[in-house]
Nanobody
Framework: QVQLVESGGGLVQAGGSLRLSCAAS????????VGWFRQASRKEREFVAA????????LYADSVKGRFTISRDSSGNTVYLQMNSLKPEDTAVYSC?????????????????WGQGTQVTVSS
């Protein structure tokens, strides 16, 4: 289990950008694959993006391909979600999650540790 803390959410106009961060200790966090999920009001939680332990492999939901980029810094202690060309339908609480597996996965039930979430609101 690893403690995760998200930051970077806020209010942005459609077409704008935000960068979310997911931070934990380098000693533990670098050993986990990390995913981003989001849940809009009264909707199901959905997968957004995930990255492997090394940062070399990534997965994206079709709805964000070409707009969002997931990455992790060289130390492995911070994972980022760069969100460009934001749309009102991207509005949701975004959470990061950690998985002991080397490879990223889109399945929420595979992740064992979750952050508290950060609100992203995109106005039209």
């Amino acid at each position: 289990q690893v403690q995760l803390v998200e930051s970077g959410g806020g209010l942005v106009q459609a077409g704008g950008s935000l960068r979310l961060s997911c931070a934990a200790s380098a000693r533990t966090f670098s050993s986990y694959a990390v995913g981003w999920f989001r849940q809009a009001s009264r909707k199901e939680r959905e997968f957004v993006a995930a990255v492997s332990r090394s940062g070399s492999r990534t997965l994206y939901a079709d709805s964000v391909k070409g707009r969002f980029t997931i990455s992790r810094d060289s130390s492995g202690n911070t994972v980022y979600l760069q969100m460009n060309s934001l749309k009102p339908e991207d509005t949701a609480v975004y959470s990061c999650a950690a998985d002991r597996a080397r490879m990223p996965t889109s399945g929420a039930n595979e992740y064992e540790s979750w952050g508290q979430g950060t609100q992203v609101t995109v106005s039209s």
